[in-house]
């Protein structure tokens, strides 16, 4: 009788091993695949969000670049007009102000004579006749550009 009893409960403890094997395999390759899962999302939403911010950022440089040009054209229209040429202030003066008026992308003009003296203003701020002396500005003067 200890014989058919020893065998059953080996049988018993060994359904019950099969059973507990298999069960953590399961609850195993579940929480494994949950984890990869996850890891594998984050990474992708990562990648995706920073390619989205990279595109958005050459868009936005791009404009930013666009805007620049407009606006160096617009200086360089207004640097072409003959008033400007013949330096009297006043005329200088009327045209700092229709720039200033026909383009919201400035918020002050300057006209500045071949000596880095100021020639007029737009609005007028009273710079007139002082010298510019900063490195921006004769490095403007030298290249004869805005």
Avoid at 67 to 78: C, G, I, P, Y
């Amino acid at each position: 009788m200890k014989k058919v009893e020893m065998v059953k409960h080996m049988k018993l403890s060994m359904k019950f091993l099969i059973l507990t094997l298999l069960s953590f395999t399961m609850i195993g390759t579940f929480v494994g695949s949950i984890a990869s899962s996850i890891i594998s999302s984050s990474n992708h939403l990562k990648e995706n969000y920073l390619a989205e911010n990279q595109y958005y950022a050459e868009k936005l440089a791009a404009t930013a670049n666009l805007l620049f040009k407009d606006m160096f054209k617009s200086l360089e229209v207004a640097a072409n007009d003959t008033s400007f040429k013949t330096a009297n202030a006043s005329e200088a003066s009327l045209e700092l102000n229709n720039l200033l008026q026909s383009t919201s992308y400035f918020n002050s003009t300057w006209f500045v004579d071949a000596s880095g003296s100021i020639v007029a203003t737009a609005p007028d701020i009273n710079f007139e006749g002082r010298k510019l002396s900063s490195s921006g500005a004769m490095e403007a003067l030298e290249k004869k550009c805005p």
